[in-house]
């Protein structure tokens, strides 16, 4: 990547383009981009290249990059992908600065197109310069009317901070760009980064994260190269109140392989993604509706924290649809405060129940001010964070009487506010909309879509610095033998149970006898991850004899099954009580991203129910308690049916001290504890087996 910032900034705001490639020829690549330039009223100084043409727009052509003056800010290459090489050698003879490939033919064809970006990318890197692309749209600086893309496009006019739009596909910049734009929000800048050969798409956010004309980010990557960056600049962001809203396609493995096919991505682990950039305070969305709405939502409210939603409306099916709906995603709806239901029912017909949703019922068409009166009441709710009215907007009188009486509410608000008039394409009068957008209430067709808008804001949990990704050891992964993972817990003060490496019978009794009956016994490797499948453990032995016959039926069953492979011995280990509820527990290191804490219900229960739950290393005691408690079978821990509270603190304790150990030593690739025997509060945790690989 590009370490210098003045490369980028040289590309984002040139005072010098030049256009290789012009061309005056109606709808072709090249004359849309002078096209562009003329409609924005470039003010820099434009050179044209081009060798069919003696003049574009009146500005007089160059017949070759070797013709320019030297040290051009940026060379816009609408040039075919076999001539780009020799182009970009001729920008660094020349000291351009940046450069943007549009042509396509690259990484995303297979091993040649990506041996031939990867040569491009080294001779730009060599000279310094900054590179969008190929295989990309360009970009748009409305900032500084600075137009390097084909797509014909018309300027915006801006007043205040903005929404910078990024994203690798040419199609979806072009996309979010005019989704956005159609709800009156301003853009800053329109990126799109494609195969990212030199830039990537962290690198143009970084540096756009401390411009004073963007206020928020709207990004859309397929992957992102380097997490260390992109997570360095997600907290800039959080920290200057710039809301990040990220989509992030991913998640199925035929999406991942079109990733590769589409811009040459090499997709990560999805999960392990979301898990870190949500830490981070960016809102991942994971449809284009949630994408543009929840866009506007946190553009609007850059610094709304949302635990509880309002609902206004004048029907009782919409306010029966929105419990249901509410429920579904995950969005509080809380109860009103006494104050709160005395004011109302000041306002309200006395056949109204007052609850939240609000059903201000069919009065609201016959008196109009109900509607401003009742959100000004649920506003002074201080169990409300956020409003929203969602109505049958009616006739363009009643949407104009709703508007006026809601207006002064809303406009002026300290909290989030949104309205959605239902009715789908039903038009809207235009003075409403003017008006409404002038005002910069977030107006919706649909009360599902911002709902889930504000569902996704209420889902900002947390933000936390986290330790950067450890640099991984080379070699080969390994498989750590059990007890050799458990005495390595136990020098971190993790408990384990007691017991002891024995070598041959007579050692396994004498450790057996000091450690005291019933114990178990296990065949030890580090080649034999799943020992109960060469029936190379016994449970419950109750004393010597019991003791002797396991030893012999293990090497019996070894010899069947695993005749000449080298054990290490048998671990005697003392077995654990009766126990309440048993978790799965590991901490595995992602190359990119770093390490990760992964738990959910243990045995049968991890694959019947699905129930995991995700945290970077490095995070708040709180938060891991938090994501605990949010399984969905965590009554279970916490009592159920007149069964005890477990020792949540002990499985905190546990995690905690995992995520250090996986931190202070980086050549611990994974530690999974499975099962982790949980006992009532008070009585701890107990680990029954650890699988752990290294590298060497």
């Known amino acids: 990547m590009v370490q210098d910032?003045?490369?980028?900034?040289?590309?984002?705001?040139?005072?010098s383009v030049a256009v290789v490639g012009a061309s005056s020829e109606p709808f072709s690549l090249g004359a849309n981009v002078m096209a562009n330039f003329e409609t924005f009223g470039y003010t820099g100084n434009l050179h044209p290249v081009s060798r069919r043409f003696e003049t574009i727009n009146g500005i007089p052509c160059r017949k070759s990059i070797s013709e320019l003056p030297d040290g051009i800010d940026l060379a816009a290459l609408v040039v075919p992908a076999a001539a780009v090489r020799q182009a970009i050698e001729e920008c660094a003879a020349k000291g351009i600065g940046s450069a943007v490939i549009f042509a396509s033919g690259f990484a995303e064809l297979g091993e040649e197109g990506l041996a031939e970006q990867a040569e491009i990318a080294r001779i730009a890197r060599a000279a310094g310069m900054a590179v969008l692309g190929p295989n990309c749209l360009g970009f748009t600086n409305f900032v500084s009317s600075v137009p390097v893309t084909f797509e014909r496009i018309q300027p915006m006019a801006l007043n205040g901070p903005a929404v910078a739009v990024v994203a690798q596909s040419g199609a979806m910049t072009g996309n979010i760009r005019e989704a956005l734009r159609s709800r009156g929000l301003p853009i800053a800048y329109a990126i799109s980064t494609g195969n990212e050969a030199v830039l990537a798409a962290e690198d143009i956010l970084s540096e756009l994260v401390d411009d004073e004309a963007v206020g928020s980010f709207a990004v859309f990557v397929e992957q992102i190269r380097n997490p260390s960056a992109f997570l360095a600049f997600a907290h800039m962001a959080w920290d200057r109140g710039k809301p990040v809203v990220l989509m992030h396609p991913g998640r199925s493995q035929r999406s991942r392989e079109a990733a590769q096919s589409h811009t040459g991505a090499m997709a990560g682990d999805h999960a392990v993604m979301e898990t870190f950039v949500r830490a981070a305070g960016v809102t991942l969305v994971s449809s284009f509706d949630e994408l543009f709405d929840t866009t506007l939502l946190r553009h609007r409210y850059p610094h709304a924290r949302i635990n509880g939603l309002g609902i206004v409306t004048n029907s009782g099916a919409v306010r029966g649809f929105c419990l249901d709906f509410c429920e579904d995603i995950g969005l509080e709806l809380p109860l009103l405060q006494q104050e709160t239901s005395e004011a109302l029912a000041d306002v309200?017909?006395?056949?109204?129940?007052?609850?939240?949703?609000?059903?201000?019922?069919?009065?609201?068409?016959?008196?109009?001010?109900?509607?401003?009166?009742s959100c000004a009441a649920m506003l002074e709710d201080k169990g409300i964070d956020a409003l929203l009215v969602a109505a049958m907007g009616g006739a363009p009188r009643q949407v104009m009487a709703k508007w006026e009486s809601l207006k002064p509410v809303m406009s002026d608000a300290g909290k989030p506010v949104a309205i959605a008039f239902m009715g789908d394409e039903l038009p809207m009068p235009q003075e409403f909309l003017e008006d409404i957008r002038a005002t910069g209430v977030p107006f919706f067709r649909s009360p599902e879509r911002a709902m889930r808008a504000f569902a996704n804001i209420a889902r900002l949990e947390y933000h936390a610095g986290l330790p950067a990704p450890a640099q991984l050891p080379g070699g080969t992964t390994r498989t750590v033998a059990e007890h050799q993972g458990k005495a390595l817990l136990r020098e971190r003060g993790i408990a384990v149970p007691d017991g002891e490496l024995a070598r041959d019978l007579a050692s396994a009794k004498a450790i057996a006898a000091r450690i005291g009956y019933p114990v178990a016994l296990k065949v030890q490797a580090a080649h034999i991850a799943h020992k109960s499948d060469l029936g190379g453990v016994k449970l419950n032995l109750t004393d010597e004899a019991a003791l002797e016959r396991a030893w012999q039926d293990i090497e019996t069953s070894l010899e069947n099954h695993a005749a000449g492979e080298a054990i290490d011995g048998m671990l005697v280990e003392k077995m654990a009580p009766a126990f309440d509820l048993e978790l799965v527990v590991s901490a595995r290191r992602d190359p990119s991203w770093g390490v990760v804490l992964i738990f959910g219900l243990?045995?049968?229960?991890?694959?019947?129910?699905?129930?995991?739950?995700?945290?970077?290393?490095?995070?708040?005691?709180?938060?891991?308690?938090?994501?605990?408690?949010?399984?969905?079978?965590?009554?279970?821990?916490?009592?159920?049916?007149?069964?005890?509270?477990?020792?949540?603190?002990?499985?905190?304790?546990?995690?905690?001290?995992?995520?250090?150990?996986?931190?202070?030593?980086?050549?611990?690739?994974?530690?999974?504890?499975?099962?982790?025997?949980?006992?009532?509060?008070?009585?701890?945790?107990?680990?029954?087996?650890?699988?752990?690989?290294?590298?060497?």
């Not at 910032?5 to 005072?15: E, F, H």
């Not at 308690?625 to 916490?638: D, G, I």
């Open 348 to 373: 309200l017909p006395d056949f109204a129940a007052i609850d939240n949703p609000l059903d201000i019922t069919a009065m609201g068409m016959s008196k109009p001010s109900l509607f401003g009166d």
């Open 602 to 696: 243990g045995g049968v229960l991890t694959e019947l129910l699905r129930d995991i739950r995700m945290v970077p290393a490095g995070v708040p005691r709180a938060v891991i308690e938090s994501k605990l408690l949010s399984l969905k079978a965590a009554h279970l821990l916490q009592g159920y049916r007149g069964s005890p509270r477990l020792d949540i603190d002990a499985v905190v304790d546990l995690l905690e001290r995992l995520a250090q150990l996986m931190l202070d030593d980086c050549s611990i690739a994974e530690i999974e504890i499975n099962p982790l025997a949980v006992y009532p509060e008070g009585g701890g945790v107990r680990i029954l087996d650890v699988l752990m690989t290294r590298r060497d």
């Open 5 to 15: 910032g003045r490369g980028i900034d040289r590309l984002l705001r040139p005072r």
